[in-house]
């Protein structure tokens, strides 16, 4: 049985180490395994176990690649857990998502804010 964690509850399980590399994985928007135990200053060893932690807890993703030469894996943020009722009126999504010019004078928006002031 597959147990579905929030970001926050698997966060709040973190050793000070496991938080340090997830906190330089998001600074950096992505590092490789070889520099990710390096800039901790920990053992490539240790570095490959946060990074194995990190995985299993879903709180990154690693891919194989070469880099510099080399084989090693390339450790990238995942998705945190998004709020996305602000952008709701009770099933209808903002007509603003994806819009590069936004007319407040559509009925989209006016619908979407009717919705809005119902729901409250």
């Known amino acids: ?46 570095g490959s176990r946060i990074v194995e932690s990190l995985v299993e807890k879903n709180l990154v993703e690693r891919e194989e690649t070469v ?3 080399h084989n090693t894996y390339h450790i990238t943020p995942t998705a945190r857990d998004l709020d996305f009722t602000l952008l709701m009126a009770g099933d209808m999504l903002s007509p603003f998502i ?18 809005l002031a119902y729901q409250e």
């Open 1 to 46: 049985m597959v147990v579905a964690v929030s970001v926050a509850e698997a966060e709040a399980g973190l050793s000070d180490d496991e938080y340090a590399g997830l906190e330089l994985v998001r600074e950096t928007g992505g590092i490789h395994q070889s520099d990710f135990w390096k800039e901790l200053d920990v053992s490539s060893r240790k």
């Open 98 to 115: 994806g819009e590069e010019e936004v007319d407040p004078n559509s009925d989209a928006f006016s619908q979407w804010i009717m919705n």
């Open 67 to 69: 880099y510099d030469g």
